[in-house]
């Protein structure tokens, strides 16, 4: 597993380590997609990038608590659909893809600089 934790202010969900089909934020384990935000860590339903839809962030819109989405696809960065970008834009996000990987590490930075920020993490072998 990669660890990918900064030194942040308590409280804030941080994502420790990614691998192995699981994460590991702010001292739990999570064996499923995951929706982090700065202080607290959302089930994501999808099991696949064939399953992201604009449903699967209704949590996400509900909570309206980030402004930039970082998509972690899995793997290898995926695009989204140009009518799911422009719903989530409808919502207030500003949706960023890219591989689990860098999702994580990009939230971690983010969430350290206090930025508006979550990111739907799709999990990796």
């Known amino acids: 597993m990669a660890d990918v934790s900064p030194i942040v202010p308590a409280g804030r969900q941080v994502i420790e380590t990614y691998g192995e089909m699981r994460f ?3 001292g739990q384990r ?42 972690g696809c899995g793997a290898r960065a995926q ?3 140009k009518g799911l970008r422009q719903a989530l834009r409808a919502e207030g996000l500003v ?3 890219m591989d ?6 990009t939230y971690n930075v983010l969430m350290a600089e206090d930025r508006r920020v979550a990111a739907a993490l799709l999990p990796v072998a």
Not at 42 to 65: I, K, M, N, T, Y
Not at 100 to 105: E, I, L, P, Q, S
Request: proline letters at 11%; aromatic letters at 10%; glycine letters at 2%.
């Open 30 to 71: 999570y064996d499923h997609a995951v929706i982090v935000l700065p202080e607290t860590v959302l089930p994501w339903p999808p099991a696949s990038w064939d399953d992201v839809d604009f449903a699967s962030f209704e949590a996400l819109c509900r909570a309206q608590a980030a402004d930039v989405l970082l998509l």
């Open 79 to 81: 695009f989204p659909s």
């Open 24 to 26: 590991h934020i702010s």
């Open 95 to 97: 949706v960023e893809p």
């Open 100 to 105: 689990t990987g860098a999702a994580c590490r």
